[in-house]
C-alpha cells in the first residue's frame, strides 16, 4: 500500500515560518489534504486538494505538491498552531486507499 | 451547523462485537459519502472505511476487511460500524467524518465527530 512519510516534530519560534513535509512515491500526482489536530481535540482539516483552504482556516495555512514532497507551511506561526499535523491522500488503485502519514508534531519554541 | 455525534465504544472482549452509530445532522446526510477514521491511544490516524452516499459502495482498510462491515440508514440520518472478531489491536477512539464532497466523493474529510473509544481486552 501507499505510504506516506512526515518528520515526527518541527519546531519554529513564533512569527516564524513552519514547513511540515510529507513524502510519497510521486505524490505530486495526487491530491493531498492535511488536518491539525489538538490535544484532546478532533482532527480539523486545514488545507484540501494541495492547497485549497477550508472557510475559518487562516490564510497563514498554504499548501504545495510536487514530486515526490508534499509542503504544509504555516506563516507568523503562533502559540495557538501548536498541534499534530497529518497529511492524507486517497490511492484509488489499492486495496487499502485511505492514507495517512504518520503525524508531525509541530511545537511552538 | 453540521454535527457528527458518535456512539456505542465500550470495553469488549477479544473475539467479541460492537456495533458504533454516528448521529448527523445539519447537512443533507445522504448527499455525502461518509467515512471512519480511528486513532489508537497516543498514535496516528488511521482510515477505515468509506461508504457512499446512497450506501451502494463501500470500501475497508485491508486491518479490517472481513470483519468490519460500514453500514447507513439515510432516512435516519445514521451511519454504522459493525465490528466483529475483534483484537487488540483495534483499541482505539473511533471518529466519523463526512466526506468533502457534494454527491461525488472527494476523499477528504471534512466534518468530524468527538469519537467514541472502543477498548479490547481481555
Known amino acids: 500500500s501507499y505510504v506516506l512519510t512526515q518528520p515526527p516534530s518541527v519546531s519554529v519560534a513564533p512569527g516564524q515560518t513552519a514547513r511540515i513535509t510529507c513524502g510519497g512515491n510521486?505524490?505530486?500526482?495526487?491530491?493531498v489534504h492535511w488536518y491539525q489536530q489538538k490535544p484532546g481535540q478532533a482532527p480539523v482539516l486545514v488545507v484540501y486538494?494541495?492547497?485549497d483552504r477550508p472557510s475559518g482556516i487562516p490564510e497563514r495555512f498554504s499548501g504545495s505538491n510536487s514530486g515526490n514532497t508534499a509542503t504544509l507551511t504555516i506563516s507568523r506561526v503562533e502559540a495557538g498552531d501548536e498541534a499534530d499535523y497529518y497529511c492524507?491522500?486517497?490511492?484509488?488503485?489499492?486495496?487499502?486507499?485511505?492514507?495517512f502519514g504518520g503525524g508531525t508534531k509541530l511545537t511552538v519554541l | 451547523e453540521v454535527q457528527l455525534v458518535e456512539s456505542g465504544g465500550g470495553v469488549v472482549q477479544p473475539g467479541g462485537s460492537l456495533r458504533l452509530s454516528c448521529a448527523a445532522s445539519?447537512?443533507?446526510?445522504?448527499?455525502?459519502?461518509m467515512h471512519w477514521v480511528r486513532q489508537a491511544p497516543g498514535k496516528g490516524l488511521e482510515w477505515v472505511s468509506l461508504?457512499?452516499?446512497?450506501?451502494?459502495?463501500?470500501y475497508y482498510a485491508d486491518s479490517v476487511k472481513g470483519r468490519f462491515t460500514i453500514s447507513r440508514d439515510n432516512s435516519k440520518n445514521s451511519l454504522y460500524l459493525q465490528m466483529n472478531s475483534l483484537r487488540t489491536e483495534d483499541t482505539a477512539l473511533y471518529y466519523c467524518a463526512t466526506d468533502g464532497g457534494v454527491i461525488v466523493p472527494t476523499y477528504y474529510f471534512d466534518y468530524w465527530g468527538q469519537g467514541t473509544l472502543v477498548t479490547v481486552s481481555s
Open positions: 510521486n505524490i505530486g500526482s495526487k491530491s
Open positions: 461508504i457512499s452516499g446512497d450506501g451502494g459502495s463501500t
Open positions: 492524507q491522500v486517497w490511492d484509488s488503485s489499492s486495496d487499502h486507499p485511505g492514507v
Open positions: 486538494d494541495d492547497s
Open positions: 445539519g447537512f443533507t446526510f445522504d448527499d455525502y459519502a
